[in-house]
């Protein structure tokens, strides 16, 4: 295992073909490492075993961290074609139990093992390619090819340990054990937790942009936190502490658990921690790849509802307040026993496979006065992951943080036995819903302060409030609402049929599909954007969204927006997806109507999606298309364009081109028509946009 151990690369020092050399190195490491995660299965079979009902079989993240590479390569344009546009497909989306996350069985013919190995090989040549050919420059910021190659490897190395945790669900029978190595051969009885004073004083949070180390977006930007003095358990919560909690009934007293625990607790039927078993009065904890004696001096393993649920037990026995540490109380604690940005990776800690396999004793690791303060396992905090001021999304992986900023999702802080990378370092800032298992346990905190929580209600992402201003807002210098109106057209030319499938292919926040709930059976609204998505479906679930525009200079609007005011109703005939336009998933054919406005020019290749389209509408279908035709906005390469340019020293217009595209297929059944489209940039700053809308019906044969 020590030869596939690798730390994060330094991105700002050093020689530039040192680095190619470290980069490449790295790559082949992870590559590595995770291929050998799955020699743990001990057949095809247990590749697709479905370990968790809220995530797919293994043989998706098999396919998943290889895809993402030509995904995020092909997005980026350092790559100009894709490998097998079915499995860049299929293997793309799905990881966290979102609302537009496909986990029905029903939708997947899954490939074999053997060709999905044969994939990945093909992927890890391509990738090897683009790292030798492609030249390097110091330093390596968002921009650099070789950050997108970072991004790649760093996602593969949190799949190497969230898929790890799916293979710990799987039944023994599909498993072999020690594969990487053998887990801690150390247990014994629960050592006392003594409860240590923490000294207050100001916390700043957050990554700078300019750091040596690659980091995800929800990392970086500055966040100031004044901690007032606390107290914290000397190491993390063992099982030994936790069955006291299990003995004293805790599993059936709902006074211990919020209102989402206990429902949750209830509709599982839960009596212990997942990774425990109870045979007879005996305990055994559930490894990764194995089952042993329970070890009651080991962390234990548990979601934040049940973490939570014994602080609560912990209060009502002692009468003192106990809860978990929020996240500036984690950098407080290890900044107070000498741990930071610079030592980070030099601390003795069970983590990053460079100790054990598993989990180990919870006193077993000093750092200061404490144990475990990083490592052994994650350690849940009551933080609701949220951006930090100065927080912007990474434009080519823009669904990486901001669908998890709904409240829903607890930050995880410290890394644990199989956390590497990125994973293994200061700044790792990694959330997941309350009720979902990592290798993630916690530590007590003794605290008398009120308990503040930031949660970021309003939405202040630049470009998801322009699309909410856009899509929910007033109508702006006299113009029509312009989602409503091509709802308008979409009725006119489809008739108000409920029998009929629609799909809305660049929904952005959703306004045009709600709009059209009345008029259809079932409405698919698909964009390429979670940011967008997440809008959208909080106004179907929620009934209304939040947001903020700007007005001038410091000054802002808050705008609260609410569906039934606008004369609608979220329906359960509408769903709502994350999906590539150019390279749709097989599931999205048969629709009777098609909307693609503003789509062609955020497409990497318009040409190869007009040229395709008929596939997915029925016999008599009708396809309605508008575009500004602004090819050079997103750098799409010249020969991917329909049309705008000269051919045979003729001009060709982009709808000429189209026409040429479409003409063997469908029917033009109205001349094109401009649309204006109003963009409130902020109360003084509009920007206006003519959309050619195109009316097309496809042929009956």
Avoid at 236 to 252: Q, T, V
Avoid at 356 to 385: R, Y
Avoid at 420 to 435: I, S
Avoid at 549 to 567: F, I, N, P, R, W
């Amino acid at each position: 295992m020590n030869s596939l151990i690798a730390h994060t690369t330094d991105l700002i020092y050093g020689d530039a073909d040192q680095k190619k050399a470290e980069i490449r190195d790295y790559f082949l490491k992870t590559y590595t490492l995770d291929e050998k995660l799955y020699e743990h299965l001990k057949n095809d079979k247990a590749f697709y075993r479905r370990a968790d009902p809220l995530r797919h079989p293994l043989i998706f993240y098999y396919g998943h961290t290889a895809v993402f590479f030509i995904n995020k390569l092909v997005l980026a344009k350092i790559l100009d074609h894709r490998i097998n546009s079915h499995f860049e497909s299929v293997f793309a989306i799905g990881v966290d139990e979102m609302s537009w996350d496909d986990l029905n069985e029903s939708n997947y013919d899954w490939p074999t093992v053997k060709d999905v190995f044969e994939y990945r090989q093909k992927v890890k040549e391509v990738v090897l390619d683009i790292i030798d050919s492609t030249p390097l420059t110091l330093p390596i910021g968002w921009e650099n090819p070789f950050w997108i190659i970072m991004m790649g490897i760093e996602h593969e190395r949190i799949h190497i340990e969230t898929s790890s945790v799916l293979i710990r669900q799987l039944p023994l029978e599909f498993l072999k054990p020690n594969v990487f190595d053998v887990p801690c051969n150390e247990s014994g009885d629960a050592p006392e937790n003594r409860m240590l004073n923490i000294e207050g004083g100001e916390v700043v949070i957050g990554k700078p942009y300019d750091h040596r180390f690659y980091g995800w977006d929800v990392e970086y930007g500055e966040h100031q936190v004044e901690v007032d003095a606390f107290k914290a358990s000397e190491s993390l919560i063992s099982n030994g502490e936790f069955l006291e909690f299990i003995e004293d009934g805790g599993y059936k007293t709902e006074e211990y658990w919020t209102e989402e625990g206990w429902s949750w607790c209830q509709y599982q039927e839960v009596e212990f921690p997942l990774f425990w078993r109870k045979v007879a009065d005996k305990y055994f904890l559930r490894l990764f790849d194995q089952e042993i004696e329970m070890p009651w001096n080991w962390p234990v393993e548990l979601n934040y509802l049940e973490a939570k649920a014994f602080a609560n037990w912990k209060t009502k026995q002692t009468g003192k307040t106990y809860r978990l540490p929020t996240e500036a109380e984690w950098y407080r604690l290890a900044e107070q026993n000498g741990i930071n940005d610079a030592n980070f990776a030099t601390v003795q800690a069970n983590i990053g496979l460079e100790q054990f396999v598993s989990p180990c004793p919870v006193n077993q690791f000093k750092q200061g006065e404490f144990f475990d303060i990083i490592g052994n396992v994650w350690q849940w905090t009551e933080t609701h992951v949220t951006g930090y001021p100065g927080f912007k999304v990474h434009p080519l992986y823009d669904d990486f943080s901001t669908p998890t900023f709904d409240g829903k999702h607890n930050v995880i802080k410290g890394g644990s036995w199989i956390s590497t990378g990125n994973e293994a370092t200061w700044h790792a800032r990694y959330a997941f819903r309350r009720h979902f298992y990592q290798h993630a346990g916690f530590r007590l905190v003794e605290s008398e302060n009120p308990l503040i929580i930031r949660n970021e209600s309003y939405e202040t992402d630049s470009e998801v409030v322009q699309s909410c201003a856009f899509n929910y807002g007033a109508p702006v210098l006299g113009f029509d609402s312009f989602p409503k109106s091509i709802a308008e057209i979409c009725k006119q030319y489809s008739g108000d049929q409920k029998s009929l499938k629609l799909l809305d292919l660049n929904c952005d926040t959703g306004r045009t599909v709600f709009e059209l709930s009345d008029s259809y059976k079932q409405i698919t609204g698909i964009d390429f954007s979670a940011r967008f998505i997440r809008m959208a479906i909080h106004m179907q679930e929620q009934g209304f969204i939040r947001y903020i525009t700007k007005d001038e200079g410091e000054l802002v609007h808050y705008h609260d927006v609410q569906l039934s005011e606008l004369g609608l109703n979220p329906k359960d005939n509408l769903q709502f997806m994350q999906a590539d336009a150019n390279n749709l998933k097989p599931i999205y054919t048969g629709y009777d109507v098609i909307l693609a406005i503003n789509l062609l020019e955020e497409l990497y290749n318009p040409k190869q999606f007009l040229a395709s389209i008929h596939k997915r509408v029925n016999p008599n279908g009708i396809f309605i298309l508008g575009s500004r035709y602004d090819w050079e906005k997103n750098n799409i390469k010249r020969e991917n364009w329909p049309g705008a340019f000269k051919k045979d020293g003729e001009p060709v217009t982009s709808f000429e081109g189209i026409k040429a595209l479409l003409q063997d297929n469908f029917e033009l059944i109205s001349e094109p028509v401009n649309q204006y489209a109003a963009l409130p940039l902020s109360s003084r700053d509009v920007k206006v946009s003519v959309v050619e809308i195109s009316v097309w019906r496809k042929h009956t044969s």
